[in-house]
């Protein structure tokens, strides 16, 4: 069996803390330690696609009440 050095005693402890806390627990009940998702689309693409969609619309309305 190899010996443990420090640094992979203090993460196996915790990680069985973790694990411990974990039991006769219902999927749900149980804290995620995991990051939450990113969405694929970065907030900018969101401003540009919404200027891009919404702006036109609004472009064509105004063309469209203003006649020409």
């Given at each position: 069996?190899?010996?443990?050095?420090?640094?992979?005693?203090?993460?196996?402890?915790?990680?069985?803390?973790?694990?411990?806390?974990?039991?006769g627990?219902?999927?749900?009940?149980?804290?995620?330690?995991?990051?939450?998702?990113?969405?694929?689309i970065?907030?900018?693409?969101?401003?540009?696609?919404?200027?891009?969609?919404?702006?036109?619309?609004?472009f064509?309305?105004?063309?469209?009440?203003?006649?020409?």
């Amino acid at each position: 069996m190899a010996v443990q050095t420090p640094q992979q005693r203090i993460a196996n402890e915790k990680f069985a803390k973790r694990e411990a806390a974990k039991r006769g627990k219902a999927e749900g009940d149980r804290k995620t330690y995991e990051k939450t998702a990113k969405s694929p689309i970065s907030p900018m693409w969101f401003a540009l696609l919404g200027f891009v969609v919404f702006g036109g619309l609004l472009f064509e309305l105004a063309r469209m009440i203003l006649g020409k």
